[in-house]
């Protein structure tokens, strides 16, 4: 990906947002290696660990025309890429990241997933909107620092986690399967539509990885 400059405010890279996890075992993962193998196992992995090239270009295109619609109940952002037609829903999400997650969740109840927090360790106040990631063991926080950097709509403050991504974790830890193919739409739309002040280039190796398999000949 293009290099991100942290100090120039018109750079729309975001330098620590949408990484690519290194869900690699060796000396520094002395402690986390069954944590490694958990996401390794899980839904998101494929998401996590892709890593095509980003073009600026491309995502200069598909930001620049952007539009977001509900046409025949379908949520979907519309574009165009070099002069191609593109369209983004959450069934291509799911398809081209291997997501699996057709009919999950895409919430918990703050109750339901407090539950599970405090089975893993969880010192926080329960009543509290957001989780505090320094208040739990270290390798909870390392699976929320990973979900954070990598799969959220964030692009800074990696201290709390958001209603929507406890209610993800819940779902990976309990089994009971989170949507993140609809997360990362409405993150997709929520820069497009509310985030207009801040636009940025989101989700980069999401929106890449489905254009390289859409049009294969850009």
């Not at 620590?16 to 075992?25: D, E, G, M, Q, R």
């Not at 520094?28 to 290696?33: A, I, N």
């Not at 983004?88 to 997933?113: C, F, M, N, W």
Request: proline letters at 3%.
């Amino acid at each position: 990906m293009a290099d991100a400059d942290i100090n120039n405010p018109n750079d729309k890279f975001s330098p620590y947002h949408n990484l690519t996890a290194c869900l690699i075992k060796g000396k520094k993962s002395e402690g986390f290696d069954d944590m490694i193998d958990f996401l390794c196992r899980s839904k998101i992995h494929h998401a996590l660990t892709v890593n095509p090239t980003i073009y600026t270009s491309h995502m200069e295109d598909f930001w620049s025309s952007a539009v977001y619609s509900s046409d025949q109940g379908t949520p979907q952002i519309r574009s165009t890429l070099d002069g191609k037609e593109m369209i983004i829903t959450e069934a291509k999400l799911r398809q081209h990241l291997k997501l699996q997650d057709e009919g999950d969740a895409i919430s918990y109840p703050r109750d339901v997933y407090m539950r599970t927090f405090v089975s893993i360790g969880y010192t926080g106040n329960q009543t509290e909107y957001t989780i505090e990631k320094a208040l739990m063991g270290p390798k909870w926080k390392y699976l929320c620092h990973t979900l954070l950097q990598c799969i959220s709509k964030k692009r800074s403050g990696w201290n709390q986690l958001s209603s929507r991504l406890a209610s993800a974790i819940h779902g990976m830890i309990t089994g009971a399967g989170f949507n993140f193919s609809h997360l990362i739409l409405e993150g997709l739309r929520y820069n497009l539509q509310e985030g207009v002040k801040s636009q940025f280039f989101m989700y980069p190796r999401f929106l890449q990885e489905v254009f390289n398999i859409e049009h294969q000949d850009l």
